[in-house]
Structure formats: structure tokens, C-alpha cells
Nanobody, 119 residues
Framework: QLQLVESGGGLVQPGGSLRLSCSHS????????VGWFRQVPGKERERVSC???????EYADSVKGRFTISRHNAMNMIDLQMNSLKPEDTAVYYC?????????????WGKGTLVTVSS
């Protein structure tokens, strides 16, 4: 069963930046849309961003202008650059794949990486 690997989380002050990565050692991410999601305990999972197979990107309104998703095909990795972080960005961040960014049948959920934005 596919399980992607998320990394790069940590503790950062408000206004700071973090760069998350989504990868897998053998599953080729080039041929799939890849989405970043986040979840806070007790709340529904929220889709943060997505990149299609051809590189088109989508963002939730809450992160538009602050987060940037990018592909690094040579490294089989999808990054999420997060700038101007706010306390409300605190969550466990996950990545998943699907045929397109509708992410209706998203799969490959990893263990997530915790992002904490706090002073």
C-alpha cells in the first residue's frame, strides 16, 4: 500500500517560513496530481494546495499568496513553501496523490508532518 513521506515540519514563529516536502522512493510522482492537506484535531481535513501532472497549481484562499507548491521531478519530490505563517496554519500536514486535483479518490496518505506556528 502506497504511503508517501512528508517532512519539514517544525516550530516557527508567526511571520516565519517553512518548507515541506512530499516524496517516495519508488512511486513516480510525475504522473499524478499531488495535493497538500492539513488537519487540526477535531476539525475536518482541509486541502491546502495541489499541483497537476502538467504543473498547474491550486491554492486554498486561506493560503493564497503565502504558500507555493512546486515539483522537483528529478528528485521525485513535491515541495510546499510556506511563508508569512500564522498561528492558524498550525496543523498536521499530509500529502496525497490522485489523477487530478479534484482529489476525490486521493490516496497514499503518509504519517504527516506537524507544523506549529507560535511565539
Amino acid at each position: 500500500q502506497l504511503q508517501l513521506v512528508e517532512s519539514g515540519g517544525g516550530l516557527v514563529q508567526p511571520g516565519g517560513s517553512l518548507r515541506l516536502s512530499c516524496s517516495h522512493s519508488t512511486f513516480n510522482l510525475d504522473y499524478h496530481a499531488v495535493g497538500w492537506f492539513r488537519q487540526v484535531p477535531g476539525k475536518e481535513r482541509e486541502r491546502v494546495s495541489c499541483v497537476t501532472k502538467d504543473g498547474s497549481t491550486e491554492y486554498a484562499d486561506s493560503v493564497k499568496g503565502r504558500f507555493t507548491i512546486s515539483r522537483h521531478n528529478a528528485m521525485n519530490m513535491i515541495d510546499l513553501q510556506m511563508n508569512s505563517l500564522k498561528p492558524e496554519d498550525t496543523a498536521v500536514y499530509y500529502c496525497a496523490v490522485d489523477l487530478d486535483c479534484w482529489m476525490v479518490n486521493a490516496y497514499g496518505w503518509g504519517k504527516g508532518t506537524l507544523v506549529t506556528v507560535s511565539s
